[in-house]
């Protein structure tokens, strides 16, 4: 413990607190997970920076000591299970940092929705020793993955039932760890700053409108631009603000009855 000296000014008089602090400071060390199993998957819509979670997943699993797997195609990889749950090195995420999309596959699973396609999931994963899960996707991705870690117990004793582990297994393997990474452009899941793939497409659609911006100035025209954002209007919003719009339509915060009279109205004045 060490001393830390504080100034309060009070009254216009600076006085001196002494308080104790903490030096201590906590770091995982390397390898200090090792043995476990810790697989990676990237689900629903593709966002800029996938790849960039990808690789910090597989590099930190490996620094701890993790046996670690992708998982391709999303959840219908880890139902099929087979060649789609494939062991991963260091090696296996270079030069992928600056790709965008996803390296190892994302697809729509209508198999994981319903309870035998999860138990065929479990089973891939328990015969791996894989019981630390990172899912890189959205909103249904993300959810999927909080219903799986639910029936997690009953899932394995449904195999247990039908003989597809042994009791060990069913003991060794009876807690399942997700981590949940929000891969959206959208940027519209709370307790995250900024989604993955966010920054990536505001700067690609004020790339788009400044190049449009020329045509509209050369022939005094008014351009409707119309941004993702689903019933998100973060992408609008910056867009709007950082374009200079004179108007803008976000879902949070619908037109008022007679927004068309007072858009005109902007317009001509701008023209004025």
Same mark, same amino acid.
């Given at each position: 413990?060490?001393?830390?000296?504080?100034?309060?000014?009070?009254?216009?008089?600076?006085?001196?607190?002494?308080?104790?602090?903490?030096?201590?400071?906590?770091?995982?060390?390397?390898?200090?997970?090792?043995?476990?199993?810790?697989?990676?998957?990237?689900?629903?819509?593709?966002?800029?920076?996938?790849?960039?979670?990808?690789?910090? %997943? /597989?590099?930190? &699993?490996?620094?701890?000591?993790?046996?670690?797997?992708?998982? +391709? =195609?999303?959840?219908? *990889?880890?139902? #099929?299970?087979?060649?789609?749950?494939?062991?991963?090195?260091?090696?296996?995420?270079?030069?992928?940092?600056?790709?965008?999309?996803?390296?190892?596959?994302?697809?729509?699973?209508?198999?994981?929705?319903?309870?035998?396609?999860?138990?065929?999931?479990?089973?891939?994963?328990?015969?791996?020793?894989?019981?630390?899960? %990172? /899912?890189?996707? &959205?909103?249904?991705?993300?959810?999927?993955?909080?219903?799986? +870690? =639910?029936?997690?117990? *009953?899932?394995? #004793?449904?195999?247990?039932?039908?003989?597809?582990?042994?009791?060990?297994?069913?003991?060794?393997?009876?807690?399942?760890?997700?981590?949940?990474?929000?891969?959206?452009?959208?940027?519209?899941?709370?307790?995250?700053?900024?989604?993955?793939?966010?920054?990536?497409?505001?700067?690609?659609?004020?790339?788009?409108?400044?190049?449009?911006?020329?045509?509209?100035?050369?022939?005094?025209?008014?351009?409707?631009?119309?941004?993702?954002?689903?019933?998100?209007?973060?992408?609008?919003?910056?867009?709007?603000?950082?374009?200079?719009?004179?108007?803008?339509?976000?879902?949070?915060?619908?037109?008022?009855?007679?927004?068309?009279?007072?858009?005109?109205?902007?317009?001509?004045?701008?023209?004025?």
């Amino acid at each position: 413990m060490q001393e830390l000296e504080e100034f309060i000014v009070v009254s216009g008089k600076i006085e001196t607190a002494t308080m104790e602090v903490s030096t201590t400071q906590k770091f995982i060390g390397r390898g200090s997970h090792k043995g476990k199993g810790l697989a990676v998957l990237t689900s629903g819509g593709d966002s800029q920076g996938m790849n960039a979670a990808v690789r910090s %997943v /597989v590099r930190m &699993g490996i620094y701890l000591g993790c046996k670690v797997y992708f998982i +391709r =195609e999303g959840y219908q *990889g880890m139902v #099929d299970g087979g060649d789609n749950i494939e062991e991963a090195n260091w090696s296996s995420v270079s030069s992928i940092i600056h790709r965008g999309g996803t390296v190892i596959g994302s697809a729509r699973c209508t198999d994981f929705m319903k309870r035998e396609g999860r138990v065929k999931a479990a089973y891939n994963l328990v015969t791996r020793g894989i019981t630390n899960l %990172v /899912v890189i996707g &959205g909103d249904g991705s993300l959810t999927g993955a909080n219903l799986f +870690r =639910e029936e997690w117990a *009953g899932l394995l #004793d449904e195999l247990l039932e039908n003989n597809k582990i042994t009791k060990d297994q069913r003991e060794k393997y009876k807690f399942l760890h997700i981590a949940g990474m929000v891969g959206s452009i959208d940027n519209d899941f709370c307790g995250t700053d900024m989604t993955i793939g966010t920054d990536s497409a505001l700067h690609r659609i004020i790339g788009a409108i400044d190049a449009i911006v020329s045509t509209a100035y050369s022939h005094q025209r008014t351009f409707i631009m119309e941004v993702m954002g689903r019933q998100c209007g973060f992408l609008a919003v910056y867009t709007a603000l950082c374009t200079d719009a004179t108007y803008s339509f976000i879902c949070e915060d619908p037109a008022p009855i007679n927004w068309e009279k007072k858009m005109c109205t902007k317009i001509a004045e701008a023209r004025i």
